[in-house]
């Protein structure tokens, strides 16, 4: 079982998260825990405050260090403790793959201009879901709870479903489809209906390369690629008059 504990100002933005879809019913099989913590509840003074003014002076509240450290000291022992933060390492599928082997991840959401820096001799790692800047780090303990949580066995129906997923194989995703087979003029590709499997697997990849290709060549010198595959690459992009070979 994989156990997540949630450090947050706000658990009644995170707690919904966990009673519906794929989470609750991971929840309810055992196969996940997740506990959320109010950080106000580790405050010992009478007006319950968890910021204060920076040193130094500037804009907004910093979240104190000595009532972070008793929230995340109350939650171990963890095997990581993560600060979710826009100056962290970037999450990655490989790094959701790595967290979901764990037992139990303590996530720290910070609130305001952020948390005291002195927090960082209590965290086992800083962890950025993008360059941008949230509210919060809510959404981003979610995000990582998200992706950890459908790589851990049972959790998804299918346990193929996640094998194939844009970054899992190094690609991105190739595109599906469902009923119905035409709409306003548009046609499902006639292979995925020709029943024949050693195309319709040959014609994912390729549309999976050519996707990546367009979109995300940085990841192309990172996936395994076989022969066929640098052969159909080579071939697409003389075809598209070489425009791609730069990046790629
Ligand atoms: C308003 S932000 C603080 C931004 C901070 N002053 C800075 O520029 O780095 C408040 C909190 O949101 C969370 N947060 C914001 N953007 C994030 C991101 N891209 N990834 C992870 N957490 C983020 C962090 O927990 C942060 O402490």
Do not use: C, N
Request: without cysteine.
């Amino acid at each position: 079982m994989l156990r997540y504990t949630i450090l947050t100002l706000f658990p009644g933005l995170v707690r919904p998260w966990t009673e519906e879809a794929l989470i609750a019913k991971a929840i309810r099989r055992g196969l996940i825990r997740v506990d959320v913590r109010d950080i106000r509840e580790y405050t010992t003074d009478k007006h319950r405050q968890v910021d204060d003014y920076p040193y130094g002076g500037g804009a907004g509240m910093v979240m104190r260090v000595d009532v972070v450290v008793r929230a995340i000291e109350a939650a171990l022992p963890a095997d990581e403790v993560i600060l979710l933060s826009p100056a962290g390492d970037p999450f990655t599928q490989r790094m959701a793959e790595e967290l979901s082997q764990k037992q139990h991840l303590v996530l720290l959401a910070g609130r305001y201009e952020g948390i005291d820096a002195r927090v960082e001799h209590f965290v086992t790692r800083e962890v950025s879901i993008g360059d941008y800047v949230l509210m919060g780090g809510e959404v981003a303990a979610l995000a990582i709870l998200e992706a950890t949580a459908r790589l851990v066995p049972g959790v998804l129906g299918d346990p193929e479903s996640h094998q194939k997923d844009s970054f899992s194989w190094g690609l991105l995703d190739y595109p599906q489809y469902t009923r119905p087979p035409e709409f306003r003029g548009l046609e499902v590709p006639e292979v995925l209906t020709s029943g024949h499997h050693a195309r319709i697997e040959r014609w994912r990849r390729e549309r999976a390369l050519e996707r990546t290709l367009k979109r995300r060549p940085d990841l192309l010198k990172r996936a395994p690629l076989t022969a066929e595959d640098l052969e159909f690459l080579a071939r697409f992009d003389a075809a598209e008059g070489g425009d791609y070979t730069d990046e790629g």
